[in-house]
């Protein structure tokens, strides 16, 4: 750690916990090192409601406070710490998170926490985003987002899913409550649709991936299966098309009912060689996992 000469340079710091890497720029001040116990925190603090939204136990965690003034002469009071694993929910955790409080920062208060947020949708399957978690007196939210790039599942046959955006919030008082939700591109051929995931008890249930226009059975094989399938040798298309894989049996009482059945399936008005079918439904996979 880089202490930047807030202290002698044969100080023994107590801090074998914080990450080599963390570097403060202050150059004059007075800094406390310290270790710190979530459980002691007093009910309603920034540091009590972090400990009431991790479904794991807080570890102790040896905690920065700086005093002074950073090298622009403005008066500066953090406080920072570094934590390995805080689990939100139980597919949900948040891995090596840097915490930073300025209580001068704003006239409300807040703990933000930037951190790598890793998804599991199954044993073999899990998303590791960036972004954040600020907590305030009663509330807190998360945001983490993927903007570059693109993810895979291995139960939807590698399909490509880009700009991921997972968020939530949270209500502290008078007992926790939370909200979740994932949104996300997939790219079908010359189609872009969008998906989305529905969370049960904090575990992703299914992926729902909703298609806009009509797309050529063709284009779905060539993307799903990478496989060279010419136009007109199979000349179905959909349109109205629904995909998703489910990890679970499950009817989503939002969506009018909607029942989705374990596996990677589709629904969709279908036109075969110029016969129309209304709302036809296929599996596309039937896996199982953990």
């Given at each position: 750690?880089?202490?930047?000469?807030?202290?002698?340079?044969?100080?023994?710091?107590?801090?074998?916990?914080?990450?080599?890497?963390?570097?403060?720029?202050?150059?004059?001040?007075?800094?406390?090192?310290?270790?710190?116990?979530?459980?002691?925190?007093?009910?309603?603090?920034?540091?009590?409601?972090?400990?009431?939204?991790?479904?794991?136990?807080?570890?102790?965690?040896?905690?920065?406070?700086?005093?002074?003034?950073a090298p622009d002469t403005t008066p500066t009071v953090i406080f920072t710490a570094n934590i390995s694993t805080i689990s939100l929910f139980d597919a949900v955790r948040l891995d090596n998170i840097q915490l930073s409080y300025l209580p001068a920062k704003s006239v409300y208060p807040n703990f933000t926490l930037s951190a790598t947020c890793t998804?599991?949708?199954?044993?073999?399957?899990?998303?590791?985003?960036?972004?954040?978690?600020?907590?305030?007196?009663?509330?807190?939210?998360?945001?983490?987002?993927?903007?570059?790039?693109?993810?895979?599942?291995?139960?939807?046959?590698?399909?490509?899913?880009?700009?991921?955006?997972?968020?939530?919030?949270?209500?502290?008082?008078?007992?926790?409550?939370?909200?979740?939700?994932?949104?996300?591109?997939?790219?079908?051929?010359?189609?872009?649709?969008?998906?989305?995931?529905?969370?049960?008890?904090?575990?992703?249930?299914?992926?729902?991936?909703?298609?806009?226009?009509?797309?050529?059975?063709?284009?779905?094989?060539?993307?799903?299966?990478?496989?060279?399938?010419?136009?007109?040798?199979?000349?179905?298309?959909?349109?109205?098309?629904?995909?998703?894989?489910?990890?679970?049996?499950?009817?989503?009482?939002?969506?009018?009912?909607?029942?989705?059945?374990?596996?990677?399936?589709?629904?969709?008005?279908?036109?075969?060689?110029?016969?129309?079918?209304?709302?036809?439904?296929?599996?596309?996979?039937?896996?199982?996992?953990?």
């Amino acid at each position: 750690m880089v202490t930047c000469s807030l202290l002698p340079d044969d100080t023994d710091i107590p801090l074998e916990d914080v990450s080599p890497d963390l570097v403060l720029s202050f150059t004059s001040g007075a800094a406390v090192f310290a270790i710190f116990d979530f459980a002691g925190a007093p009910d309603g603090s920034l540091t009590r409601n972090l400990a009431l939204i991790s479904k794991s136990e807080m570890p102790r965690v040896s905690l920065i406070g700086y005093f002074g003034r950073a090298p622009d002469t403005t008066p500066t009071v953090i406080f920072t710490a570094n934590i390995s694993t805080i689990s939100l929910f139980d597919a949900v955790r948040l891995d090596n998170i840097q915490l930073s409080y300025l209580p001068a920062k704003s006239v409300y208060p807040n703990f933000t926490l930037s951190a790598t947020c890793t998804i599991q949708f199954s044993a073999d399957s899990s998303w590791s985003i960036l972004g954040t978690l600020t907590l305030y007196e009663t509330t807190a939210t998360f945001s983490f987002m993927l903007q570059r790039g693109s993810l895979t599942l291995n139960e939807t046959l590698g399909l490509k899913i880009s700009n991921i955006d997972f968020d939530g919030s949270y209500t502290l008082t008078p007992s926790v409550t939370s909200t979740l939700g994932l949104s996300a591109n997939i790219d079908l051929g010359p189609v872009t649709a969008s998906s989305s995931v529905i969370f049960v008890s904090g575990k992703p249930a299914v992926l729902v991936i909703r298609v806009p226009g009509t797309l050529s059975i063709a284009d779905l094989v060539r993307k799903v299966f990478d496989d060279d399938i010419p136009t007109d040798v199979i000349n179905i298309s959909f349109s109205n098309l629904l995909l998703y894989y489910a990890w679970i049996n499950y009817t989503d009482p939002g969506s009018g009912g909607q029942s989705y059945t374990v596996g990677f399936n589709a629904q969709a008005d279908t036109d075969v060689y110029g016969t129309f079918f209304i709302h036809h439904s296929l599996s596309i996979c039937k896996l199982t996992t953990a």
